[in-house]
């Protein structure tokens, strides 16, 4: 139900059509590039960013359960 409701605030076609034309209007030709790079360099970041703390708590865990298997061979 919740799915639902959430579908029928995204814009459609034409919402689209009409949000390109004021970004256009708004920044220019020549900002939209630069606005889309550094766009690119953020979600770049932001999934390094992620890999790192998967990496972080992969490596803690490794950690916790290490002692717990050379206990478990004594």
């Not at 004021?22 to 550094?38: A, Q, S, V």
């Not at 690119?40 to 972080?56: D, I, L, Q, T, Y």
């Amino acid at each position: 139900m919740t799915n639902l409701l959430l579908l029928g605030f995204l814009p459609s076609g034409s919402e689209w059509i009409i949000i390109a034309v004021i970004i256009l209007l708004l920044f220019g030709g020549k900002k939209i590039p630069e606005l889309m790079k550094g766009l690119g360099k953020g979600v770049k970041s932001f999934k390094e960013g992620v890999n790192e703390a998967k990496e972080e708590i992969n490596k803690a865990k490794d950690d916790i359960d290490a002692p717990a298997a050379d206990k478990d061979k004594k």
